[in-house]
């Protein structure tokens, strides 16, 4: 009788768990992403370079990817872009909690070239 009345609450608690270690991940890769774009802004002049990168860096959805990129003058300028992400929640019941999250990360370098 007890296990029928706590059960759904000990799922419902295991979703939310398994929703923030996915978003979690995505952030992480978000960070790797940023870092990616940057490096690849610092060596080529083209602009859609850092997203490029940024959408080949592994794992996120391209289309839910928005990079930006500022400050690119010449050698030994800085270049920072910034990298925002809207990731997928998918799981039932939690996803729809955490279904506004955007996940935000910048980086800045050097420009070598």
């Not at 007890?2 to 270690?21: M, S, Y």
């Not at 930006?68 to 992400?85: F, K, Q, T």
């Not at 019941?93 to 999250?101: E, K, N, Q």
């Amino acid at each position: 009788m007890e296990l029928a009345l706590v059960l759904p609450l000990v799922v419902l608690v295991l979703l939310a768990v398994v929703q923030v270690g996915l978003l979690i991940r995505d952030e992480v890769l978000v960070v790797h992403a940023a870092r990616e774009a940057a490096r690849q802004a610092a060596v080529d002049p083209d602009p859609g370079a850092a997203a490029r990168a940024a959408a080949s860096g592994g794992g996120l959805d391209p289309a839910r990817l928005i990079t930006s990129e500022a400050g690119r003058a010449g050698p030994g300028s800085r270049v920072a872009v910034s990298v925002r992400y809207r990731p997928a929640t998918r799981l039932p019941i939690v996803g729809r909690l955490l279904a506004g999250v955007e996940l935000r990360a910048s980086a800045t370098m050097r420009v070598e070239r």
